[in-house]
């Protein structure tokens, strides 16, 4: 089930990317940065990236999804989705 996770600015969020649309991958989290603030906020390695601050990750490549969230200033509100 897909839940909400908002980190508060400002970056950096201590966390890494792969996929996008430019990979035909999924985007996915491959790495927390422990102490960070994705870790507080309990994201995980494996997490899917459904919405970055509202906008669906389906139609943004690599390089879209780091401008987004490189844009997030005060917060960062990501959209995830989790394999139990
Ligand atoms: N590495 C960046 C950070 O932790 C996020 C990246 C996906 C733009 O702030």
Known sequence: MPQNVVLPGPAPWGFRLS??????????????TPGSKAAAANLCPGDVILAIDGFGTESM?????????????????????RAE
């Open 19 to 32: 996929g996008g649309l430019d990979f035909n991958q999924p985007l996915v989290i491959t790495r927390i």
């Open 61 to 81: 490549t690599h390089a879209d999804a780091q401008d987004r969230i490189k844009a997030a200033g005060h917060q960062l509100c990501l959209k995830i989705d």
